[in-house]
């Protein structure tokens, strides 16, 4: 019947959108043929791109590449990438208030030279300083009579650019508008058609010596909610929020098939007294009757 149709392609699109809305691909890039001893030298996330898992897989000359592919905290995957070394994690959006999600990138912070293929050729330097602020030091050099920016593999001190983060804001991950570091995020192709306008940054000192990872959001001005999540036994929110709409439409689904059931019922019986033939012998309604129903 058509109700049963109306059923399943809701179930369809909700079951469609809860899949499609937490997906990412988190990829790791490692310098050299090993993807064991070494942490990856960056590693970048993109949403909803077909993903594909694979492990210490070639990706370009003098390198190699890891792909996890992520349903539920891109965030924790890219940590686990990391392991036991130092990183700044950079998430990047489209609004004013970090709310949708374009991608992110993840720095190695041993304040090495670093770059390669899945840079897309951009080198740069990454740390921490005393004060527990941090920093990325892109390294561009214009190519060409109309100033094309290419990645500098010497990361020469004259060809330095500088993104930062203060330990507040950096603490906090602050939502902060992009402004002047848009010619660091720029350089990052992705599949998306919007600009990023905002970020916020994590870091490996996210980490507690518990071992658990305070995540937080954050407005412009750097007030902040925390919550402290203890490891992989807690659902996302977008699962919570996944199964609330679940349960709603459910809810609904049960009512309208209800009063469409009950619907049918007044009409049989109204078509048992008012149609002229009325039921056979039998009590089964007429053929006018049935017609009249379906």
């Known amino acids: 019947m058509l109700w049963h149709h109306v059923i399943l392609v809701v179930v369809g699109v909700i079951i469609l959108e809860l899949v499609s809305a937490t997906r990412y691909d988190v990829m790791a890039g490692y310098l050299g043929s090993d993807c064991n001893s070494t942490a990856p030298y960056v590693v970048y996330v993109r949403s909803n791109g077909g993903c ?16 996890e592919c992520s349903k539920e905290d891109y965030l924790q995957d890219t940590r686990d990438f990391f392991g036991d070394s130092p990183y700044i994690i950079h998430s990047l ?9 374009e991608f992110a990138v993840g720095f190695l912070a041993t304040n090495s030279c670093l770059g390669g293929n899945l840079s897309s050729g951009f080198y740069f330097q990454s740390s921490f ?20 920016m290419a990645g500098d ?20 991950h602050s939502c902060v508008h ?11 192709v992705t599949d998306s058609p919007n600009s990023v306008t905002s970020y916020r ?32 036994t807690s ?13 709603v439409v459910l809810v ?4 309208v098939s209800t009063c469409y059931r009950h619907q049918v019922k007044a009409t049989f019986t109204k078509t048992d007294i008012d149609e002229p033939g009325g039921p056979d012998s039998h009590g089964i309604a007429s053929d006018a009757a049935m017609k009249q129903i379906y």
């Open 252 to 255: 609904a689904i049960v009512a």
């Open 93 to 101: 959006y489209s609004d004013d208030d970090c709310s949708t999600f």
């Open 201 to 232: 940054w994590h870091s490996s000192n996210d980490v507690e010596d518990s071992g658990n990872v305070t995540n937080g959001s954050a407005s412009g001005e750097g007030t902040i909610a925390t919550d402290t999540s203890g490891g992989d």
């Open 153 to 172: 593999s010497s990361c020469s001190a004259d060809n330095a650019m500088i993104a930062e983060m203060d330990i507040d804001h950096l603490q906090n």
């Open 52 to 67: 594909q898992d694979g492990v210490c897989y070639e990706y370009g000359a003098g390198e190699r590449a890891s792909t």
């Open 235 to 247: 659902l996302s929110s977008g699962a919570i929020v996944g199964i609330a709409i679940g349960g």
């Open 129 to 148: 300083d005393d004060d527990g602020s941090a920093m990325v030091i892109p390294y561009f050099v214009e190519i060409g009579s109309k100033g094309a």
């Open 178 to 188: 992009i402004g002047a570091a848009s010619a660091l995020y720029n350089y990052f």
